[in-house]
């Protein structure tokens, strides 16, 4: 048995001699049993495994008894979780190290079910191994809570729904610190990280999304949520079979991407970032780079939306069609805005249009102070704007270098509304603009 209460015997005498009640104080409980066997008597404030010693479950059902945070201290090794870790009161809890101390789940369930729980802290600690069948959240389930992962990994779980690694709703705040959320697979949204349309929010620093898998879109993170702020982050080889490989933001919700990597990612469209209808996406201070789409928009595509790319490197994209660094696009009744704005885009492939940027019908796009250079397509390598669009270039922007296979190797437009000044053009292949 091992419990820490700060509350020393003169001070319980003193407050039943006086006649009033203490507060109070959290507990600490030490693991010392690696096994899972439930708590023996919940409630009584001793963490007693019906096995003996303290696991990490039965310190987890005291904790769900207490009104209180407590504080549960795991060791180094491996426990095997044989049904999920449900939390439903506040708790801190910490391994020995990402990697040293490993709650994994048995293969049919998922390892945490976090729920209305108030403030929870999971850090120093590696979740693997979670499954949830036709269900979400394999790696931990957040529901309503304030959930904070600190220090931790996140790996090699499975959703058969959405949220490979990790699920995030019904007005659950999901922080990920200093974290890597990796190897994780959703059948269908956010094979890393799901973020659900009811009032949930998701802020990710200092963190790395990599190598997980959706069946639908978000390979990296699935945000429906009206707000998820990532920075600092490395978003890395993920990939979905529809759109965006890195990251989808959708359903009108508001991303703020800054100080990122977006590397390495795929989908059929937006294969780094995917800006779906009415949500709002602004990118500043960051790479895109090397991702590819079968479809359109390699580095992202904006759909119906509103995508402001401030002080970006867009570079080495690809695009089985339209738009290899950036492609925005308009929907029947929604219309595509996209700000490009101090940011270079280099190098990017498509193999129709629009090698740097495709400007779709009825979309609106303004290029100010950027660099458009090397960038290859048949048409438009540079940037290709269509039919009723609407074209801005403007303060000391610079086409240079690119090269059409056919016309149009700075820009070629095919009927749309353009206002370009105070802008360079050199070197571009056949030439600057299609007239």
Sequence with gaps: MNKYIGIGVANLCLSLCLGFSMTAQAAKFKVDNLGDSEDANPGNGICDASGGGCTLRAAIDEANASSDADDIRVPAGLITANASLKITQEVKISGNGAGKTIIQGDGSHRVFAVEFAGKVLIKKVTIQGGVASGDDGGGVLNVGSRLTIDNSEIVNNYAGDQGGGIHNREGGDLTVLKSDISDNEAETRGGGIYVRGDGSVLTVKHSRISGNESGDDGGGISNSGPLAIISHS??????????????????????????????GNFAMSGGGLFNNVDSVMTVDFSDIEDNDATGDGGGLLNQAGEATIDHCKISGNEAGDQGGGLHNRSTSSDTGEMTVVQSDIGWNTAATGGGGIYNREDSVLMVEKSKVRGNTAFRGAGIFTSTGSELTVEGKSKIESNVAGNDGGGIFDEGAIIDVTDTKFKNNVPNDINL
Aim: include cysteine.
């Design 234 to 263: 490395d978003i890395v080889d993920n990939k979905s079979a529809q759109e965006g490989g890195g990251l989808i933001n959708r359903d009108g919700g508001k991303a703020l991407i800054s100080h990122c990597t977006i590397i």
